[in-house]
């Protein structure tokens, strides 16, 4: 379909993460996004943590703020909420037609939550691979704690809820936008935020990991602030001057003493990634090289970290790269300013939540069809 002839769709989104909440505001055209709007009201401490809304009237303020800057009239929204709490994980069941599922998840999913099962969100989808006597399923929760204020708050807001979905879910469709099929079999995203690193791996174009490591660019800040005795602002403005990569041709940075205090510190959050990567492997090791992760892509803010990709590879030995939304045609920068479209891995998510009415349309990616891979003894 030529792009003068592809249907139009004006498209708003949301991501109210831990720092700030984000807004992107476009056009659909087809299967290509283009960004009229891109704002951000940053949030205090303790407004938002690990995904639940502490201080829902400051919240609402910056949330109303975002879409007064932003001046849409759009009311229908796409939405994403995050946090330790959420869940998303393959799991295996007996087979059952679709409307079977849908009556009996509730029950499916008690084994899988960690707490009850009311007290979620719950959704599913049924993944291309299985056999005759077993299906498997990608189980998707939010703790109702978590996704009702937030849904209360837009509605508030004079908003209208169109899907509430898991945050890496957004980030995936980004990537898979912008790739396409060209995107390898397998590979991780990983989100480095404020609060947490979010690691998640995909696989034949389904997410099937996703884990929370507690240390992230707030982490960084504060072991500078405490050390060093900086401010908040002396903090954040040595930790963005600092070049991770000067850590490969160094090995020790002596000269650099808030490169050293960083180093082990992002060294343990590494050790963590590889070993979310190795139990993913353990899950899929009768698949072979087929099932090898072959690239990470990174972003959030911590991203912005010079020479962070170069680090990742050199010390995991896999290919990296930060996300940069906007050097693919699937996503055009209209009215876009150049210090957002420089930082577009802090975006990833919201970008790709304004994407899913075009994926629902079409998958960006076809998944291949597949047999279940035999169980192993790992844990689940």
Request: net charge negative; with cysteine.
């Amino acid at each position: 379909m030529s792009r003068k002839s592809a249907r139009t769709e004006s498209v708003l989104a949301l991501d109210i993460g831990a720092t700030s909440v984000k807004l992107c505001a476009g056009v659909l055209q087809g299967r290509q996004l283009r960004v009229e709007r891109l704002t951000e009201t940053p949030l205090p401490p303790d407004a938002v943590r690990e995904g639940a809304i502490l201080d829902p009237d400051t919240v609402y303020k910056a949330l109303r703020a975002t879409l007064a800057s932003a001046g849409v009239k759009q009311k229908h929204v796409w939405l994403s909420v995050g946090g330790p709490q959420t869940t998303a994980r393959p799991v295996r069941l007996p087979r059952m037609t679709p409307e079977t599922l849908q009556k009996s998840i509730q029950f499916e999913a008690t084994r899988y939550l960690p707490s009850a099962a009311e007290e979620h969100l719950i959704g599913f989808q049924i993944l291309p691979s299985g056999n005759d006597d077993q299906m498997e399923v990608l189980l998707v929760a939010a703790p109702r704690s978590t996704a009702e204020p937030l849904l209360e708050l837009v509605e508030k807001a004079g908003l209208e809820p169109q899907v509430l979905e898991l945050q890496p879910f957004a980030a995936l469709r980004t990537v898979q936008a912008m790739y396409g099929a060209s995107l390898p079999y397998a590979y991780a995203l990983v989100d480095l935020g404020g609060e947490h690193t979010q690691i998640t791996v995909a696989r034949n174009t389904t997410l099937v990991l996703t884990r929370f490591i507690p240390i992230a660019s707030n982490t960084f800040t504060a072991a500078l602030k405490g050390y060093f005795n900086y401010t908040e602002e002396e903090a954040e403005q040595v930790k963005h001057g600092l070049n991770l990569s000067d850590l490969i041709q160094t090995g020790q940075p002596q000269e650099n003493p808030p490169l050293r205090l960083i180093q082990p510190i992002v060294d343990e959050l590494i050790r963590e990634i590889r070993r979310s990567l190795n139990y993913y492997q353990s899950q899929y090791q009768s698949q072979g090289s087929k099932g090898h992760i072959e690239r990470l892509y990174l972003y959030g803010g911590g991203a912005q970290m010079h020479g962070v990709a170069a680090y990742f590879e050199y010390k995991l030995g896999i290919p990296t790269q930060v996300l940069d939304p906007f050097s693919s045609d699937a996503i055009e920068p209209m009215h876009v300013h150049p210090d957002q479209i420089e930082h577009g891995a802090r975006w990833a998510t919201v970008l790709g939540s304004a994407l899913a009415p075009a994926e629902a349309a079409q998958p960006f990616v076809e998944p291949l069809v597949e047999e279940m891979p035999a169980p192993t003894a790992a844990a689940a």
